[in-house]
């Protein structure tokens, strides 16, 4: 998006991606910013303002004694649906373009009912969050979606989800956009997490990788402001990475995988194999709140063996944030200590020197601002802002 | 470099980056792949083949009846200077931009005599290979340079190389630059290895990792066209990674790094311990050639070493392809078989399933392509074409 020196190629939606980060700025600015002259600048406004992108504040700074209209980006003309899908649970929100929470709600919602029971409850629960914020169904410009399992990047469906049965090649964006009547983008959950993250850190902070550990493990890579999908959509799947000197069964098929020592059903295994009642992650978790030193032993050793495996990958990628997310990520310290703890014994000085090892920002909202933020990226891509206003 | 639909911002840098394919394409094809009128494509067109980046091709194709001219990339219109240096050794060269090597020679040339005395051969071998070529000095636009340690990438110097001594920090652009008239990109060796290899599998093959396995263990990545160097820059380095059950010493300080139970060094020294007379990489290679059962053990399980690694990247990052190159990966069969048996044998059957894992392509002349692509890519970013043609 770098302009030449006469501000060839600057288009109206290169202007809306100056203003995004919030500040509002005179006509001049904009002029020094783009090398736009000042007239095609007030002609690109005019368009944003028209389309409702851009506000002119009321508010006037001294520039050469002239008092000068300032332009800002104006998140809130538009909402956004979001819904982040877990297996037995979803998280659902109405959002605006600057990523403020209009609306949320949490529900039971198992994705093993099947797709079109699954969404035809999410699209009522969004309907009904939309009402509640007094906006109307025509300002909403798009919906981000969330779901437990693999996803097709280029068709938004679900491929081979092992844990939702029935959804396996469902048209999810079709089906939604026919509800709700804007455009469905949609993704694994992990990666609209990392994305949701990686907004909250800001785009300074990258690469970033987003660790969840929950029931099974699984991360979500941004790299140069996009997430890193791999050559066929696989990246991240850090889970089922082989660790050293185990040969526990994993429901992948092999043995001695990250998951199967790590990950929250693993380790409610090991509790009743200890004689202790724990049917999942959030039981793993509750015992360790209440004290538990089983539960507490097991959930440090997790983070240990999550941290022997993010070693590696910090060595690879030199990452400048690693983000811990998920059921037993957030239930305390001992895991974060324990990642932490094998990362800065093994990894390179000059790797690790400016790494931040640190708890999700977002906590259980990281699914829908970074649904939100999928659908902000695609929206406002200054050539569909082009397009819209040249249309 | 996407257009909208009126061809906004389509200068003639980006109607070059079309011809650099290498394919001749018509006025009509222009137009019609850029949204630009034939007019607007004319007059660019203009400007390129002013500045001899374009040529008109004397063949004409046939377009609803009417002969048209067709445009190319003239890749012969300039030329740049490679410098691949290793520890010992170094491989120096003048391509076109094109990627033609039009001459080259492998030099002895210890980094360890110091940077001026270094890089004064350099320039002296450069400046004769140069006149071996008919070309004039003019047309050289850009100087590449592989440096055997880690290179600050804003400033493109040395930073606390290890085996350079008195190398940390030295202003390697600027010297050259007064030296050779042209302006001197500086990057890691194992940078530049992986963009030649990148150039020579073509666009499509993405994400790539190229692995180089000699003396020590290094690896560059490249993702989405561009090569991905981290946070701090210190990406790529998988030689410290730590692999199970051995408790080596590495020269890093840390113990049972990969470089330090499958580097050459290592194998070398291992020899050594059984009696047998190795002094580096090239001693294990030979002895594997003539049919030692020691080295050609040795060398297979650095690859199935290299393997186990490798396998935790590529669930992580998913590749489309793993490359191997550096004198011991050159050597023969039995490391890429050992890489192979391990990653197949860990994998995710999904990241996989397409994977290619290979020898170089290019060999010892990955270096020096890298090198050219590299300053190819400098100068002929479109933003650098738009400046000059508008100057």
């Given amino acids: 998006m770098a302009s030449g020196a006469n501000g060839q190629g600057v288009g109206a939606g290169a202007l809306l991606a100056i203003l995004r980060d ?12 783009t090398g736009l002259s000042r007239s095609t600048v007030t002609q690109r406004l005019d368009g944003l303002i028209d389309q409702r992108w851009v506000v002119a504040g009321e508010d006037s700074i001294s520039s050469g004694g002239r008092p000068a209209g300032v332009f800002a980006f104006n998140g809130g ?7 982040d899908l877990g297996a037995t649970h979803a998280r659902l929100a109405v959002l605006d373009l600057s990523m403020n929470v209009l609306a949320e709600r949490a529900a039971e919602l198992p994705v093993e009912q099947g797709p079109e029971r699954t969404l035809c409850q999410v699209a009522d629960v969004l309907s009904d969050l939309l009402a509640t914020t007094g906006l109307d169904p025509a300002q909403v410009c798009g919906v981000g979606v969330g779901l437990p399992g693999p996803v097709e990047h280029g068709s938004g469906r679900p491929v081979n989800p092992p844990i939702m049965p029935g959804w396996d090649g469902f048209a999810v964006p079709e089906w939604l956009q026919g509800r709700l009547g804007a455009p469905v983008l949609v993704d694994n959950d992990v ?9 909250a850190a800001g785009p300074a902070v990258d690469p970033l990788i987003y660790v969840k550990i929950g029931t099974g493990i699984g991360s979500g890579i941004v790299s140069g402001g996009r997430l890193h999908r791999g050559a ?34 693993s380790m409610a295994a090991a509790l009743r194999a200890a004689g202790i009642e724990a049917a999942g992650s959030r039981d793993v978790v509750a015992l360790m709140r209440a004290g538990d030193l089983t539960a507490t032993r097991l959930v440090r050793q997790a983070g240990r063996e999550v ?23 957030e239930a305390g310290e001992q895991v974060l200590a324990g990642v932490r703890e094998t990362i800065y014994s093994r990894s390179l000085p000059l790797a690790t020197q400016h790494l931040a090892i640190r708890a999700s920002e977002l906590g259980d909202r990281a699914g829908i ?15 569909a802002i082009d397009r819209q206003i040249a249309g």
Avoid: K
Wanted: net charge positive; glycine share 16%.
């Fill in 307 to 329: 941290g022997a495996v993010m070693a590696s990958i910090v060595n690879f990628f030199n990452p400048s944030v690693i983000v811990l997310g998920g059921d037993v990520a």
């Fill in 77 to 83: 003309a538009r909402a956004v649906f979001a819904a």
């Fill in 369 to 383: 601002v970074g649904a939100a933020v999928m659908v902000a990226e695609h929206v406002l891509a200054p050539s």
């Fill in 232 to 265: 066929q959509g696989a990246a991240g799947d850090v889970g089922h990475i082989r660790v050293t000197g185990s040969l526990a069964p994993c429901r992948c098929g092999n043995a001695g995988c990250l998951e199967a020592v790590a990950g929250g059903a």
């Fill in 191 to 199: 990666n609209i997490m990392a994305l949701g993250e990686h907004w």
């Fill in 22 to 33: 919030g500040r509002a700025r005179t006509r001049g600015e904009l002029a020094r910013l």
